[in-house]
Structures are given as structure tokens and as C-alpha cells.
């Protein structure tokens, strides 16, 4: 009983081989084989003066691949450079024309379509290919000349990831805002409550820190305080309705630098902060929720408080995880 | 056939190409007409404000009040105090408000929940306008701004217009879109648009009060240099950006590479 689910099985793998064996023979080509393929058109340039012209191209590519390296270790100017790199691979290309052009045999064929796999004709083909060298002389010299170009080439290819810098570790997560630190202008000048309009936005800075680094800008707009729409225990650091947000969009790091700020609310669409890059937009009365775009998290918010000069001073590092969604860092959305 | 012959004969198709595709670059990006010079100073007399420091404002009171009953009343109210849901209270908006929003055709509007755009033609004549700005400009209000953008200065206006205006209008003052409204083109506004804007943050804009008559002068003076920018590069396509100018050059690129193709490449009969 245990033996006839085995016997099939053999039964069905014998008839499975057998037809696979009937079947090979017919696949072979139906032409005899080692008749050389008809319709060739042979043609030996054998030129000296294109070859004298492809080894002058080649060794100018050689010597531009070489400015290239020598050029980014010593004078990296980067026209230079392009100039080197972009000579070194016209040379190459014009090598390579003249060559397959006014060098090797032109053969002009129609190509049978024809099996592979066949020992006899893949002699022939290795004939063939040895017969593509006739009537060139130097050849010896051709191929150091192309080897040389080809590994300088590729030196000047790999150089460049030298510049592949140290690992930046946690620096992408600090800001420069510290509590305390007060808000500037584009000009340095401290933003106090009166810059700060209802309706209006400023663009601040923190002062002293360079305004290059990713956490940097804030945008900084004014609402009513009845408008904010948070629960009490997240409206600290918002004074007089002054908050302030992350500049950089959570999307793909473009500056938020749209303010969509309704005259007359019913009969148009409320106030937000916009990304003009995808049209990621933020509600600012709920403290920079994503209501609309691509964007993985919330616009952070900058806790501020006002010096008793009426300047406006960060209380703190932003709320939030802010710079573009560089590692997938999403963020747990507040319960609303 | 003689070798130049040939060439010629090879370069026809490629050099066809080219032609077609400068000739769509050009369809692309018509170069700028200058407008005839009457239409200009009509222009300017039309973009002036409705109405000067000293003119007389009380006999236009009267036409005022029945053609914003007849126009404005039916959402701004017949007291001109808004109505609920439709639109805003008039009062204390000022000529300022009256002037940019008439003058430019803003209003009146058809529907109330349109954007207000600028339109080339109103319902209302210009002396007809005029009576009501003074009508809305009773109930008191800022007066329409003095604006000259000769006072200003360029690079703090290109300064202010990048850091304030161009997240929406665009650096080059040609406008574009924000989710549910759309950004003006500034190709018509004049000095005193700006000033009107500035101040009042029309529909989604925002509003910037807190900008010295320095500024303003300035950022005037910049919005009618955007209009007729030094081309340092040279063609300025449009001034529409980025894309079409690297179209421009794909294209350009483009006809290079199918001429050297048709170069080294050849054609067999078989």
C-alpha cells in the first residue's frame, strides 16, 4: 500500500526525463554545421595614421585622468577638475571612434539566429574573434595604451570618495537653540513682541549660533490667544500668542516659507504654514499638525519666552524631532 | 555623390530636428513686447489711486451711500458691518482697503465665497468707484498710502521681498499657488498695490503692518524691477524658472548629440 504513491512518483519523473531526452535532438540547428555563415563583407583598414591618431587620444586621456588625480589632491578648483575629467573622457571617446572606425576589420554580416551551447561553433567564434585582430600591428601597444587609460580612469573615478567625510553621528540632532538664547533677525537684531503682528510672520535666528545648520531658522507667527486650538498642559511657551516653529519641512528639508493667513475665515481656508516644495501644510493654531502633504511628523514647535526687555528668547530645544525625515523618524501623533 | 554632398545629405534630418526644436523653444518662450507707449501712460493714469489727499470727499457721499446699497450691500450689509458667514465688517477698513480692492476690480464679487482677483473690467465706472471709497472711507480708517518707490532702495527691497514675499509670489514676483487659493502674478501691480497689500493681507495673505514707509518704498521699487530684470545670463525665457530654461537646454543638447550620432554613426541598405 505505502509503495504505489512512490511508484507514481518515479513513473511521472521517468516520463518527464524521456520526453526532455526525445525532445533535445530537435532543437538542434537544421543548417550543417561548420559551413562558415554566408553574406560577410570584409574590409582590413589596417591604417598606421589611425592608429598613430587613436594612440595620441588614448594617451591624452591618460594624462587628463592623471591632472584629475593629481589635480583633486592639489588644487581642487573644481573647472579644473571638470575640465580634466571631461577632457578624459572625450579623448577615450574619440579613441574609441577611430578605432572601431579606421582600425579593427569592418565586417558587415547578417547574424543567423542560431542555438548555443554547440562545442564546434564555439570554436569558430573564438576563430572569429582571433581573426578581428588581422593586419593590426602595434596591438601590443594599443592594448597597454587602453589599459592605461582604463585604469586611470577608474582611478579618478574612485578618488573623489575620499571625501566621503567622518560619521556625523548625533550632530544632525542637536540644534543650536539653548534656553536662553535670544531670537534675531535675518540682520541680528533681537525680535521683540511689537515685530510679531497678528496675521504677519518673521523669519528668526538664533543669536550667535551659525544660521547654516538645519535647525537654525524658525518661522515665527502671532495668533489670538482664544484661536490656539492645544490642550493646556502644551501651551507652554507660547507668549502673547507668539509661536514659534522649525523652519526646515519634516518632508524634505525645504524652507516652510508659505503663511496662509485668512482675512475673512468663513469664506476662506484657515490659517497654516506651507512648504512650497510638496504643499506640505501645518496648522499653527493646533502647534504645526500636519493637516495636508507628504510630510511624516508635525512641524516641531521652538518654546519661547519674553526677556524683560520685550525680546523674544528660547525656553528650551524644539519640541520634537525636526530636520527632514532622513531616518524614517516618525513621530507619535498627539491624541487630538 | 561627392563627400560634401553626403554629409550635407546626412546632416539634413538631425539639422531638421534642431530647428523644430528651437522653433518650439521660441513658441515656448515668446520674447517680451513692448507695449505701445499710449497704452502705458493710460495704464498709469488707470493704476493711480482713486482718490488724492486733498480732494473733496463730501459730494461724493451721497452716490457713494446708494451704490454701495445697490453693489456691496447684499454681503457687506446695508450698514456696511459684514454679515456673518459672507463677509467682513467694511468698517474701519478705511479708503485704503476701498481703493486696492475696487480699483484693481476685486470687487464687486460674484460669488462670496470667489477668491477676489484682479479683473481687467468692473460693473462700476472709475467715478463711480471713486464715490464709494469715499462712502466706505467715512467710517473711518487708514487713508490710501503714499507710496514712491524712487525713495526706496533696491537691494533692501529684493532683501525684504525674499525673506517676506517670495515663499509664495516667487522671487521673480510671477505668483503661483497655495493649497486652496491662488498666488497673483505681480506683472500688474503697481507701487501703490503694494503698499495697499502689504497692509491689509488680502484674502489668505498674510499681513505686514510693522514695515517703515522705507520699506515699503523698497519693496515697491523691487516688484517694478521684477517686472523688467537685467538678464545677466542673458535670454530670460519668460522669467518662469528653472524648468523651462533646462528645457531650453535639453533640447539644445539634445540636436548636439543627435548630430554627433549622425556623424559617427552609418546607415547600411541591406
Known amino acids: 500500500m505505502n509503495d504505489r504513491p512512490k511508484r507514481l512518483r518515479d513513473l511521472l519523473l521517468a516520463r518527464t526525463v524521456l520526453r526532455l531526452l526525445r525532445r533535445l535532438p530537435e532543437t538542434h540547428p537544421a543548417g550543417e554545421p561548420g559551413v562558415p555563415p554566408p553574406n560577410i563583407e570584409r574590409e582590413i583598414p589596417g591604417s598606421a595614421r589611425a592608429e598613430r591618431v587613436a594612440l595620441a587620444a588614448l594617451g591624452l586621456a591618460t594624462l587628463a585622468a592623471v591632472a584629475f588625480v593629481v589635480l583633486y589632491v592639489s588644487f581642487p578648483d573644481t573647472q579644473l577638475l571638470g575640465l580634466a575629467l571631461g577632457s578624459a573622457l572625450l579623448s577615450l571617446a574619440v579613441a574609441l571612434v577611430v578605432l572601431g572606425k579606421k582600425v579593427v576589420p569592418q565586417e558587415t554580416t547578417v547574424e543567423e539566429r542560431e542555438q548555443f551551447g554547440d562545442r564546434e561553433r564555439q570554436e569558430e567564434v573564438r576563430a572569429i574573434v582571433r581573426r578581428g585582430g588581422d593586419g593590426v600591428s602595434r596591438r601590443g601597444m594599443l592594448k597597454a595604451a587602453a589599459g592605461a587609460a582604463g585604469m586611470t580612469l577608474g582611478a579618478a573615478a574612485l578618488v573623489p570618495a575620499a571625501s566621503l567625510g567622518p560619521r556625523v553621528g548625533d550632530r544632525l540632532r542637536q540644534s543650536p537653540w539653548r534656553r536662553g538664547r535670544r531670537v534675531v533677525d535675518a540682520d541680528g537684531a533681537p525680535l521683540t513682541v511689537a515685530d510679531i503682528e497678528i496675521g504677519g510672520f518673521r523669519t528668526g535666528f538664533p543669536e550667535g549660533a551659525t544660521r547654516d545648520e538645519l535647525g537654525s531658522p524658525v518661522i515665527i507667527v502671532r495668533l489670538e490667544e482664544a484661536e490656539i486650538e492645544l490642550p493646556a498642559e502644551q501651551r507652554a511657551g507660547i507668549p502673547s500668542g507668539i509661536i514659534a516653529f522649525s523652519k526646515i519641512c519634516p518632508h524634505a528639508g525645504c524652507a516652510v516659507s508659505m503663511y496662509r493667513h485668512p482675512l475673512h475665515e468663513p469664506t476662506a481656508a484657515k490659517p497654516a504654514l506651507v512648504c512650497p516644495c510638496h504643499y506640505s501644510t501645518f496648522d499653527v493654531r493646533r502647534g504645526g499638525e500636519l493637516i495636508f502633504g507628504p510630510a511624516g511628523r508635525d512641524l516641531p514647535r521652538l518654546p519661547l519666552t519674553v526677556s524683560d526687555a520685550g525680546e523674544l528668547v528660547a525656553d528650551g530645544g524644539y519640541a520634537g524631532t525636526y530636520g527632514p525625515s532622513w531616518s524614517g523618524v516618525r513621530q507619535e501623533r498627539r491624541p487630538s | ?270
Not at chain 2, 553626403?6 to 526644436?21: D, K, N, T
Not at chain 2, 493714469?45 to 454701495?68: I, V
Open chain 2, 1 to 270: 555623390m561627392t563627400a560634401s554632398r553626403r554629409l550635407l545629405r546626412r546632416l539634413r534630418a538631425p539639422a531638421a530636428i534642431g530647428c523644430a526644436a528651437l522653433a518650439l523653444a521660441s513658441v515656448a518662450a515668446p520674447a517680451p513686447a513692448p507695449a505701445p507707449l499710449a497704452d502705458v501712460s493710460h495704464a498709469q493714469a488707470e493704476r493711480g489711486a482713486l482718490l488724492m489727499p486733498g480732494t473733496d470727499r463730501a459730494p461724493l457721499l451721497d452716490e457713494g451711500r446708494r451704490l454701495f446699497t445697490d453693489t456691496c450691500s447684499s454681503c457687506h450689509g446695508g450698514d456696511a458691518r459684514g454679515i456673518a458667514g459672507r463677509a467682513p465688517s467694511l468698517r474701519g477698513v478705511g479708503e485704503l482697503a476701498a481703493d486696492f480692492y475696487l480699483r484693481t476690480n476685486r470687487m464687486p464679487l460674484d460669488d462670496p465665497e470667489d477668491q477676489p482677483e484682479r479683473h481687467p473690467s468692473s460693473v462700476l465706472s472709475t467715478q463711480q468707484k471713486r464715490a464709494v471709497v469715499a462712502y466706505v472711507g467715512s467710517f473711518g480708517g487708514p487713508p490710501i498710502p503714499d507710496v514712491r518707490p524712487q525713495r526706496g532702495s533696491l537691494p533692501r527691497g529684493q532683501r525684504l521681498f525674499t525673506e517676506r514675499c517670495a515663499g509664495c509670489h516667487q522671487v521673480v514676483a510671477r505668483g503661483g499657488q497655495v493649497p486652496r487659493a491662488k498666488v497673483p502674478d505681480l506683472e500688474q501691480s503697481a507701487p501703490i498695490d503694494i503698499a495697499e497689500a502689504v497692509d491689509i493681507g488680502p484674502y489668505v495673505m498674510p499681513r505686514f503692518r510693522g514695515l517703515s514707509d522705507h520699506e515699503v518704498d523698497s519693496l515697491a521699487r523691487y516688484v517694478a524691477y521684477a517686472k523688467d530684470p537685467e538678464d545677466r545670463g542673458g535670454w530670460g525665457i519668460g522669467h518662469i524658472g528653472p524648468i523651462p530654461e533646462g528645457m531650453v537646454t535639453w533640447l539644445l543638447a539634445a540636436f548636439a548629440l543627435l548630430l554627433t550620432i549622425r556623424i559617427i554613426g552609418e546607415r547600411t541598405t541591406r
